[in-house]
């Protein structure tokens, strides 16, 4: 069995997840390449001077720190951007998640969406399913997969009887305007011929 997600009311209400991308709804292909033998061919790289060839797994990122010293993984440590230790948060499979924050539908429209998982029900969810349903505004949770030092946003939503989770981030909308607000008016229709007739359409 996957992982379940398990939410909390006035009881707990597990469920299974299944991520849903564009490979299961739409299909997918895939390319292969072979030589005159018939041997398959294997993607490599080669280093910028041309000389050696890289195979398949022969890179991997490397920390350094501002000596050119190797740093192991486990030697670094987390800190938000005042200096402050960052707090470890734990994954959503880990505990049961309580429902008890809801936003608008105008603030859940200002979250662009990067992942949705669909639910799949257990015995005894129909209640929580309808009471989704019936919800006037949108349920709302922090959302890990694993366990980290940021969380993002999710949305628990309802169609056809089944439960979805949308996972995503805030969009900052940057809005730009006139420094003096334009006047308008009926212009008097001599003015108006007057001004066609001074037009040089040649300068467009």
Not at 34 to 50: H, L, M, R, T, V
Request: charged content about 30%; some cysteine.
């Amino acid at each position: 069995m996957g992982k379940q997600l398990i939410f909390k009311r006035d009881k707990e209400y597990p469920f299974s997840v299944i991520r849903l991308d564009r490979k299961k709804l739409y299909g997918w292909k895939e390319s292969e390449a072979y030589d005159e033998n018939g041997e398959e061919c294997i993607k490599a790289d080669i280093d910028p001077s041309g000389t050696f060839i890289i195979p398949k797994g022969g890179k991997a990122l490397g920390i350094l720190d501002k000596n050119g010293n190797w740093v192991e993984k486990k030697m670094l440590k987390a800190v938000y951007k005042d200096g402050r230790d960052a707090v470890l948060m734990p994954s959503v499979f880990d505990q049961p998640v309580y429902l008890e924050k809801t936003v608008s539908v105008e603030e859940f429209l200002d979250h662009l969406i990067e992942a949705v998982y669909l639910l799949e029900p257990s015995e005894g969810s129909e209640e929580l399913i309808g009471h989704v349903k019936q919800c006037e505004e949108i349920l709302t949770f922090a959302f890990n997969y694993r366990e980290g030092y940021e969380s993002s946003p999710a949305f628990l939503l309802e169609s056809k009887g089944r439960l979805f989770v949308l996972v995503g981030y805030p969009c900052v909308f940057g809005f730009a305007g006139l420094e003096q607000i334009a006047e308008f008016g009926i212009e008097d229709e001599d003015e108006t011929e007057e001004a066609e007739e001074e037009l040089d359409f040649s300068m467009m």
